[in-house]
């Protein structure tokens, strides 16, 4: 169950649009989702930029779970080049507002590793890791993911190869890798790829590749 709340911008200043929202959360509740329905971005007095910057703070030092919801793609745009946050996404639409995952990450450098799961579970995502393409087959053997982050230069087999072992899992796949020119778009199709991620990656690559 989120808590909604609907934040008017239209001929404020970005201090106005925060002192409004610090009335509306003191603290989190219950560990609901907050969803700010945000009217009149477009019109605000003063930098967007600056209010966004200043509304990941106010999430993120409260470490309070919020969907911005902006139809016009503005909020989405300046939440991109800040970098994203894992406390925050930016959606057009309630319907786009994300849900926890089963989440295989298949990392076999231990900070790159432990990078992404401090990231996917801070924004409330279950994570299962694995080091090698076979420990990744293993893992996927008695359990259901709904996302498989896979690296494809692992220590035994590619993650290529390993994408086309786990066809018919119905887990999104999306492959994370400085070296994604080894293998053509044709090749990531034939493997089940949903989608490439080019390492190194800021939050909000990262978080995006999650919704497909």
């Given at each position: ?7 008017d911008?239209?001929g ?19 560990g ?8 009149n ?36 745009t ?11 996404e ?21 900070d ?17 890791a ?16 709904d ?5 494809l230069?692992l ?37 089940g ?20």
């Amino acid at each position: 169950m989120h808590r909604k709340i609907r934040l008017d911008c239209g001929g404020k200043t970005a201090r106005q649009v925060l002192e409004g929202l610090r009335r509306e959360i003191s603290a989190p509740k219950n560990g609901r989702r907050v969803v700010l329905l945000v009217d009149n971005l477009q019109k605000i007095e003063g930098s967007m930029g600056r209010l966004l910057r200043e509304i990941l703070a106010f999430f993120n030092e409260r470490a309070i779970k919020a969907s911005i919801i902006d139809p016009t793609g503005c909020a989405g745009t300046v939440y991109r080049a800040l970098g994203g946050s894992v406390h925050v996404e930016v959606c057009r639409s309630e319907e786009d507002v994300g849900r926890p995952l089963e989440i295989l990450v298949v990392e076999d450098t231990p900070d790159s590793l432990d990078f992404v799961r401090t990231l996917l579970e801070a924004a409330g995502h279950k994570v299962t890791a694995a080091a090698t393409g076979r420990e990744a087959l293993k893992a996927a053997e008695g359990k259901r993911f709904d996302l498989v982050l896979l690296d494809l230069v692992l220590p035994d087999i590619d993650g290529v190869s390993v994408a086309r072992s786990l066809a018919g899992k119905q887990a999104r796949l999306v492959a994370m890798s400085a070296f994604l020119d080894r293998w053509d778009a044709s090749d990531y199709r034939r493997a089940g790829f949903h989608r490439t991620l080019r390492k190194p990656f800021a939050t909000a690559d990262l978080l995006d590749a999650l919704k497909g």
